[in-house]
C-alpha cells in the first residue's frame, strides 16, 4: 500500500547514497571539497555551519521553516559531496544503478525549539541509520553554535523506487550489504509520531486554497518542484492569524506525488485548538483531480512563547 | 515626476545608511560582526564571499537570477551591519531620523555574464556613490572568487521617501552633509541603460499571468514584499520555451510601487526578437486596479553561449 502509494522524488534523495564510497581509511578525502562542512564521529557524521542570510529571515525577523529545510537538504547533499563522489547527479549505489533505483522521502519530521536570527550561526549534524527491512532514516541535529542550544531536530525515511517505472522498490540484499556499513546504531533524534495522518477534503478542511502552481524558480535540478517548496503551499491555507500570532513548533509530513512544471495544486488545512495557546493544523496538498500529493500535521506555539523542548531525546553520541 | 510616481520600499534602503557611522579611524569597527565580510579600500568597499548553496541553484544547475540578487541584497546590508550599527531596522541618518525619512530603491540594472554553479564561491563587492542632486547610487560587482572572472555587475539608484506620507523627498543639505564622506568617486559600474521602459498594457503585451499573490516567505520584516521577489513574478509570464532555452543576460527594473500581504498582481511580457539568437523582453507588473508595481526590460542569450562581457567599464579601482 505505502509502496504503491508513494512516488515522490526528491533530488536529495537521488545522490545521498553516493556517500557509500566514502573512504574513512583516507582521512585526507573526508574533506568537505567546498570547505563548508566535514565529516565527523569516525566518518559516519557530517557537519556543517551556517551562517544566516538577510534574505532567509520572514516576517518574525527569525529564519523561515524554509531556511531550515534547505539547511537540512544542504547537509544531506555535502554529506554526499564530502566524500569527493558528486558526480552523477543521480548517484546511487552500484547495485541501485545496475537496477535502475533511486533513493525517495516519504516522510519527514521536524521539531523547531527556536528559530535562528540573521547573523547568527547554526551547525547542522546529519547521520543515517537503517529503517525496517526496505528503508532508510537520516536525521538531523541543529545547534546554536555560539552556544550548543538545540534549536531543531529532524528525522526522515527513504525508500527506493524504479525510476522508469516510477514505482516502490523492495530494498535488494545486494543493496543492503554495500550501504550497511555505513549505518549509525541509533534511536530516531525524535520519537516518531505514530499518529496516523487524517485525510482532508472539501468538507473537513475549513481552508482551502485553489490553483497554486509551480513557480519557475521552485524546480529543482530533475525539472522538479522541490520538496522544501511543498511547506509554502502548505502555509498557502493556513490562516493568516495563526501566521501572525504563532510560529510553527513541529510538522509530520507524509509525501506521497511528485509536482512538475504544469502541476496546479489545492492546499487544505484543517485547525484544532485544544483549548492551551497550542494549535494544531491537518494539511493536505492534493491535484486539482484529486491526487494526493502531501499530507501533514503541523504544531504552532504562540510567538515569544518559552519552549520546554524534550532534549532528553537526543543521543548523546550526536552531542 | 518621478518623485510622484514612485513609492517603492525595500528593507535594505531603510538600514543601508548606518554606514554614515562609520569610524574609519578605528580598523576594529570595520571587521564585520558576523564573521562573513569585511571593508576594504579605505573603508569605502565592503566585500563578502558567498559559497553557493544546493537550494540556491535552479533547474539549470546554475544560481538563479533571485540568489544573485538575494547576494546582493546581503552584502548591502552586511555593508551596514560592518559598522556594528546595525540597532535599528529602520536606521536613517540621524538627519533624516529627524525629518521621517528612509531610502526607497527606484531603479536596478543588472548584468549576468556568468551565473555560478553549486559549490562555486563568489566575491561580491559592493559601495555607494553620488547620483544627481537627490539619489544615491549603489553598486555591485561580483567575481568568481578563484579565478577573478566577472560574473555579475549591477548599478542602483536610491532616493528618499517620507515614512509617513510614503511621498518621496528631495535631498535636504543637512543630509547631503552627512552622506558625502562616504560616496566613492566613481563611474556606475554598468554603462546607464538610457532607453525608456515601454509601458505594456493588455493589447501590447502577448503574455499575462493575473492573480499574482503574495506567499507568507515572499514578505520581509517590513511585512511588506521583499524586491528581490518582484523578479518572480516578471518570470511568472515569460513564456516557458525561453525560459527553457535561454538565460537572463542583463535587466534593467524601474519600482514605483510597494506590494503587501493583499496584494494580487498581474505580470505582463512581451517579446521581440532582432533577428540574431537573443531576445528581449518587456515586462510590467501592475496591481488588478492597473496602478504600476514595476516596469522592466530583460534581455536573454541562447542558454551555454560564448560571453562577450564588456569588462571595459569595470573601473580598475575596484579590482
Given at each position: ?33 567546498f ?32 531556511t ?24 546511487s ?108 477534503n ?15 524558480s ?36 507524509e ?65
Amino acid at each position: 500500500m505505502l509502496l504503491a502509494a508513494i512516488t515522490t522524488v526528491f533530488l536529495a534523495a537521488e545522490k545521498q547514497w553516493m556517500m557509500l564510497d566514502w573512504k574513512p581509511k583516507r582521512p585526507d578525502m573526508l574533506i568537505d571539497p567546498f570547505g563548508i562542512g566535514k565529516i565527523v564521529q569516525d566518518g559516519l557524521v557530517f557537519r556543517q555551519n551556517f551562517s544566516i542570510r538577510s534574505y532567509e529571515i520572514g516576517a518574525d525577523q527569525t529564519a523561515s521553516i524554509e531556511t531550515v529545510m534547505n539547511h537540512l537538504q544542504e547537509t544531506a547533499l555535502n554529506h554526499v559531496g564530502s566524500a569527493g563522489l558528486l558526480v552523477d547527479g543521480f548517484g546511487s549505489t552500484p547495485e541501485m544503478c545496475k537496477k535502475n533505483l533511486i533513493w525517495v522521502v516519504t516522510r519527514m519530521q521536524v521539531v523547531v525549539d527556536r528559530y535562528p536570527t540573521w547573523g547568527n550561526v547554526v551547525q547542522v549534524d546529519t547521520w543515517v541509520s537503517a529503517s525496517g527491512k526496505n528503508c532508510m532514516r537520516r536525521d538531523w541535529l541543529v545547534r546554536d553554535s555560539k552556544t550548543g542550544e538545540v534549536l531543531t531536530r529532524a528525522s526522515s525515511i527513504w525508500v527506493m523506487m524504479n525510476k522508469v517505472t516510477r514505482r516502490l522498490s523492495k530494498m535488494p540484499e545486494e543493496v543492503r550489504g554495500e550501504i550497511e556499513p555505513y549505518f549509525m546504531n541509533s534511536e530516531p533524534v525524535i520519537a516518531e509520531d505514530s499518529r496516523k495522518l487524517v485525510k482532508l477534503n472539501g468538507s473537513s478542511a475549513e481552508f482551502v486554497r485553489k490553483g497554486l502552481t509551480p513557480r519557475w524558480s521552485d524546480l529543482d535540478v530533475n525539472q522538479h518542484v522541490n520538496n522544501v517548496k511543498y511547506i509554502g503551499w502548505i502555509l498557502e491555507s493556513a490562516p493568516l492569524p495563526i501566521l501572525e500570532t504563532h510560529e510553527l513548533s513541529s510538522m509530520t509530513l507524509e509525501y506521497r506525488r511528485e509536482c512538475g512544471r504544469d502541476s496546479v495544486l489545492q492546499s487544505l488545512t484543517a485547525v484544532s485548538e485544544n483549548g492551551t495557546d497550542e494549535i494544531e493544523c491537518q494539511h493536505l496538498l492534493r491535484l486539482e483531480d484529486g491526487s494526493e500529493v502531501m499530507r501533514g500535521r503541523t504544531q504552532w506555539r504562540p510567538k515569544n512563547a518559552k519552549i520546554s523542548g524534550n532534549v532528553g531525546q537526543i543521543p548523546a553520541d550526536t552531542a
